[in-house]
């Protein structure tokens, strides 16, 4: 279903906004290819972050009519673009043109009063519409997704799709997230900015990890920070003769003591008096200390830290990546979901692979092919100009951050070899010896006796799947293999497009147990069911892994 984005006016965003739309039917849109020259991740946050701070949250009846919504709230200025969304009901998200335009919305809004309940009063940009007379608005609105294709349907393009290379982008294409859903994120994190900003005017609420770095899947959780640097550093190097002013503050005996202290008040903040803000749990003492909570209107899982700055430079990172080469985020969806479909990653903490650590070793294993299909991070380093110089707590952060400033790669190997020698390669890989590091982009001698050793690439001495036990790493070993094993045979007997029987990517999804049975058997039936079992696990009921407590 494609989305909603009517523009009313502000021609200059018009381009870009249709774009979505204009894609060639077939062609698989990754967001990157038409933008040229490719955009800084700054640019590309800044640009977001304002466009949310414009942009309004709106519950609205099931049915209203979408032509008279917007004229009623374009007499509080004009919009720019606005799309619908289900999640427990129909939701607006309206973005103007002048955030000016948001303050005369909120001026014409009311408080609800109700007999039995009492509300704690809060000017927020989440609103409630209500219909003086519903019998008079009754057609129904297209909305947008923010939820992936239905297993069976995704299973059945996957069947149908004429090479492995289609199937992998297909699975980019339907799992990647959307323009609104993306859109959704931003807004989301701007609305809990209001709230922190009670207490830090000048605090801004930062989304990282998948929901920035391009590897998010529909569903994927929001991961946000509180920035207080415009804070810290207000007046930092303003002196005047011999007077030095500072701010009369609490202190506490740490910088652990003091994110506890203030993830703490967030999390009562949210709990307390957060429009939408339920189930908030407060995990103070994990080895990067979090609040946790449903946004209740987006449907997003968010867990908010602070002073994350390494972990937004680390998505910075993957961007840049991701937006180099086509093939990476290809093969990035499709090694994820496999290691998802084989529960190789999982939504509880523990001994499990992360999500993060999968992408090191596909950026890795890019690496190390002949000729490289990406850069290592330090050759990136050495493209660095003064402006990217960047150290963050005593860690050289350094690395190009213009993408128009890297050669792009003279490989040409498909994603269908690409996967398969993704498998042996790591098949084969001396976990007993060796470290995997995208700073060299070459195995070293592992430092410690971890099972697995992937260094962390800003902070080099840490070990980013510290948590990964012996048997996790095996299993995740013999699938590969098994997987390596599968696609060989598949060169042999490749089904005709017109059966159904999974094949390639889609029967390397399947739970090994049954994959004997279906290279004898060939039943469509049986395969049609087998694999919506499976495939359900895939989608972990809307909500990805969220198991960055451990193994940080
Ligand atoms: P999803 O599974 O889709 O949520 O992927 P994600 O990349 O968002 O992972 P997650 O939510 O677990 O973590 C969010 C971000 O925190 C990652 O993108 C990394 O930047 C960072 N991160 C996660 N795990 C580690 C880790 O073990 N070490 C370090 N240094 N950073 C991590
Ligand atoms: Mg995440």
Redesign the pocket.
């Given at each position: 279903q494609r989305p909603i984005v009517r523009l009313l006016s502000c021609p200059g965003t018009v381009a870009k906004d249709l774009r979505r739309d204009e894609q060639p039917s077939g062609s698989v849109e990754t967001g990157f290819e038409d933008k040229i020259p490719k955009r800084r991740f700054s640019e590309m946050q800044n640009e977001r972050r304002e466009q949310a701070q414009r942009t309004v949250l709106i519950h609205c009846p099931e049915k209203i009519s979408e032509n008279k919504f917007l004229k009623y709230l374009s007499q509080f200025g004009p919009i720019n673009n606005h799309f619908f969304y289900e999640s427990l009901g129909l939701y607006a998200v309206v973005e103007f043109c002048q955030k000016e335009s948001i303050g005369s919305l909120q001026n014409g809004t009311h408080t609800p009063r109700t007999a039995m309940e009492a509300a704690i009063p809060f000017r927020s940009r989440f609103f409630n519409l209500k219909l003086k007379n519903p019998t008079s608005e009754r057609s129904r609105i297209r909305s947008s997704n923010q939820l992936p294709r239905s297993n069976k349907q995704l299973f059945e393009l996957l069947c149908y799709t004429e090479s492995i290379d289609d199937q992998l982008n297909t699975l980019l294409k339907e799992f990647q997230l959307t323009e609104e859903n993306t859109k959704l994120r931003y807004l989301t994190c701007s609305l809990i900015e209001d709230i922190a900003a009670a207490y830090f005017p000048d605090c801004i609420i930062r989304p990282?990890?998948?929901?920035v770095?391009t590897?998010?899947?529909l569903g994927?959780?929001l991961?946000m920070f509180l920035d207080l640097d415009e804070t810290r550093n207000l007046g930092a190097h303003k002196t005047s003769g011999n007077f030095l002013m500072e701010f009369q503050v609490k202190t506490v005996p740490s910088e652990r003591i003091a994110t506890q202290k203030i993830l703490s008040v967030l999390g009562e903040c949210l709990d307390h008096l957060g429009p939408g803000c339920v189930g908030v749990q407060k995990i103070l003492n994990a080895r990067?200390p979090l609040v946790r909570f449903s946004h209740q209107a987006s449907g997003f899982q968010c867990?908010l830290t602070t002073n994350?700055r390494?972990?937004?430079?680390?998505?910075e990172l993957?961007y840049i990546y991701g937006a180099l080469d086509s093939r990476v985020r290809a093969l990035v969806f499709s090694i994820?979901c496999w290691a998802r479909a084989h529960s190789l990653?999982s939504s509880i903490p523990g001994a499990w692979i992360?999500?993060?650590?999968l992408?090191m070793m596909v950026i890795f294993f890019l690496q190390r092919r002949s000729p490289p299909i990406l850069p290592t991070l330090d050759s990136l380093k050495t493209l660095a100009d003064a402006e990217d110089k960047c150290i963050i707590e005593g860690n050289n952060c350094t690395f190009v951050r213009d993408l128009n400033r890297i050669k792009p790669s003279r490989n040409t190997e498909t994603l269908e070899l690409l996967l398969k020698e993704f498998f042996e390669y790591f098949g084969n890989f001396a976990f007993d010896k060796n470290s995997i590091n995208i700073r060299q982009g070459s195995e070293q001698n592992k430092p410690d006796s971890s099972p697995l050793y992937i260094q962390?690439?800003?902070?080099t001495s840490?070990?980013?799947?510290?948590?990964v036990s012996q048997s996790q790493l095996q299993k995740f070993v013999d699938l590969a293999r098994q997987s390596a094993w599968i696609l060989q045979q598949e060169d042999r007997d490749r089904p005709s497009i017109s059966s159904n029987r999974p094949w390639g990517l889609a029967s390397l999804l399947l739970p090994s147990v049954n994959r004997k049975s279906f290279t004898k058997k060939k039943s469509n039936k049986f395969a049609i069911e087998t694999v919506k079992n499976l495939l359900e696990s895939l989608k972990g009921n809307g909500t990805?892994?969220?198991?960055?407590t451990?193994?940080?």
């Open positions: 990282f990890g998948s929901s770095n590897f998010g899947k994927c959780d991961d990067c867990d994350n390494i972990a937004l430079t680390s998505s993957l994820r990653t992360t999500n993060f650590s992408t962390n690439p800003f902070e840490l070990n980013i799947s510290k948590n990805e892994n969220f198991t960055k451990s193994g940080k």
